[in-house]
């Protein structure tokens, strides 16, 4: 019946029907999230039903090549979500011990400025958060922090879902990174470069934005005497982070750089210091603090381990596949390699072990805490992994069966090589659909990919413009938006947060989109 459908098209009509049927899953997906409002889970699920039905019946996917593409994305989601459930389980922990609690209250102990601490709070510190576990918590703790520091509950809000967006990408200990990477097969190094010029930008455009949000035009007068030198010393420091291979920490050693050089140049400025001492609970500054620093010791130590000790993995391997019109896939070897010395989750285990070991020897331990922290992570990591098993399955079989490549072939062909320009805007849309930057990169990653090869420019660049536009995106994702309104009380007045960040993430795309085109001529 197919084929009879097929042959009495005329190839012009062959070619639109073709179009629209690949573009179904995505405004499936898009249908759910915005208008109908369910679940990133569910939508991702009706939206994988929908794909499998299009794939299977229009475009030839046989039954080994849908084994194949479930089999890529369950490797996938395997890799994210042992990232996903470490982080949450390592923040339950310090957040169920009140290690938070004493870090924020020495917080607000060193800066007394209210601008400054806003800035620090929603720019700086949102980005620490963000480098170790992301998914959410950078919003749910810092915006309570401001609000009840006397800052004004949608400025609060709204400050945090922007200002944590620079540490995205390379937030939650490199997920979204690893993520494009493993999509694209493309090399970490030719990744890193065209990644950190985007950051750059969003680094210095989200300081400026929470100025303004802060107080408009005055904020930024304001703030750009602070926003200009520590988004350098950050950018300088990533570059070098980058360099050096070390890209779980790309965001979160930036950050704790960032947040020290702010510190130093407003005590610089300071008229008067603050005399008060630090604040001590059961756990002391130090004790609360350590797992973080554990994380960093780590993650630099494991750089210089022997090769043999490096090279312990779990890897997969995937056959090459055809569909039966003719959409070939390349074997796979190596996916998604977890390495035992290496992978973020590691480093995320041990700083909770190391958690454990200071709160009894501190006398702080309870073991209901520990099992509240255990059901909490549950919790909110079984709707993560559902939601990457089902986005992961729809974009590996979008890709797989080719219908990725379609669609890249007739935007190429609409844009020419203006599309450059329009890329940005399909990462924002990536994470606005599916609430995070990982989830956008398996949406959009190899979609992103496969037009940069029909214009014959830097796949590397392309793929770097996807995952740093879809970190920006992450600001007005309607999941984190409904979280944060839930942790900062203000349900029902989502509509106030979006008025305040839209076109702030529009105007940083935009840039980044100027970017892009000059990059791709340069390289």
């Not at 992978?343 to 454990?356: F, G, K, S």
């Not at 559902?386 to 935007?411: C, E, K, P, Q, R």
């Not at 309607?478 to 509509?495: C, D, H, Y």
Request: with cysteine.
């Amino acid at each position: 019946m197919t084929e009879r459908f097929f042959e009495n098209l005329t190839e012009m009509r062959l070619k639109i029907v073709m179009t629209v049927l690949s573009l179904l899953p995505i405004l499936c997906l898009l249908v759910l999230l915005i208008v109908i409002k369910v679940s990133v889970a569910r939508a991702g699920a009706i939206s994988l039903v929908a794909t499998l039905v299009i794939a299977l019946v229009f475009f030839g996917l046989s039954a080994f090549g849908l084994l194949v593409a479930v089999g890529k994305a369950l490797s996938l989601a395997l890799f994210v979500s042992l990232i996903v459930w470490a982080a949450l389980l390592l923040y339950h922990l310090v957040d169920g011990f009140k290690a938070i609690d004493v870090i924020n209250k020495n917080f607000v102990i060193l800066v007394e400025d209210k601008f400054v601490g806003f800035l620090l709070l929603s720019w700086l510190f949102t980005g620490v958060f963000q480098g170790m576990a992301g998914f959410g918590v950078p919003v749910v703790i810092v915006a309570p922090i401001l609000i009840a520091l006397g800052f004004d509950k949608v400025k609060s809000l709204s400050a945090t879902l922007l200002g944590h967006t620079w540490a995205v990408t390379f937030g939650s200990m490199g997920a979204a990174f690893f993520i494009i990477q493993m999509l694209t097969g493309l090399p970490y190094e030719s990744l890193g470069t065209p990644m950190w010029i985007f950051n750059t930008i969003i680094i210095f455009g989200t300081g400026i934005g929470i100025c303004w949000l802060y107080d408009g035009i005055k904020g930024i007068g304001k703030g750009i005497s602070y926003v200009i030198p520590v988004s350098v010393i950050m950018a300088v420091t990533q570059f070098f982070i980058i360099r050096l291979g070390l890209y779980s920490l790309a965001s979160l050693l930036t950050a704790v750089v960032g947040l020290a050089a702010m510190l130093a140049l407003y005590k610089l400025r300071a008229k008067q210091k603050s005399k008060a001492g630090l604040y001590s609970a059961e756990l002391t500054l130090f004790q609360s603090v350590l797992p973080y620093a554990v994380i960093l010791v780590m993650a630099m130590l494991f750089q210089f381990l022997p090769d043999a000790l490096r090279d312990i993995s779990l890897s997969f391997a995937f056959p090459g596949t055809e569909t039966s019109i003719g959409h070939i896939v390349s074997p796979e070897t190596g996916y998604a390699r977890i390495r035992l010395f290496g992978h973020p989750a590691v480093l995320l285990l041990i700083a909770c072990a190391v958690a454990i070991i200071v709160y009894k020897r501190a006398g702080a331990w309870d073991s209901a805490v520990f099992k509240d922290a255990l059901r909490k992570t549950a919790k909110k990591g079984i709707p993560a992994t559902l939601a990457l098993l089902a986005l992961g399955n729809m974009s590996l079989i979008m890709m797989d069966s080719g219908m990725t490549n379609l669609l890249s072939y007739n935007v190429a062909g609409i844009t020419g090589r203006f599309y450059p320009f329009v890329a940005p805007f399909f990462g924002v849309l990536g994470s606005f659909l599916t609430g995070n930057n990982t989830n956008s990169n398996i949406l959009f990653g190899s979609f992103q990919y496969a037009i940069a090869q029909r214009l014959d420019v830097s796949t590397a660049v392309m793929s770097a413009v996807q995952s740093l536009s879809g970190g920006i995106g992450v600001a007005i994702g309607p999941t984190l938006v409904l979280m944060g309104a839930l942790a900062s009380k203000l349900e029902g007045q989502e509509s106030l947060i979006y008025r305040k960040l839209i076109g702030i993430v529009l105007i940083i795309a935009l840039v980044m989109g100027i970017a892009n085109f000059v990059v791709l001529r340069l390289v």
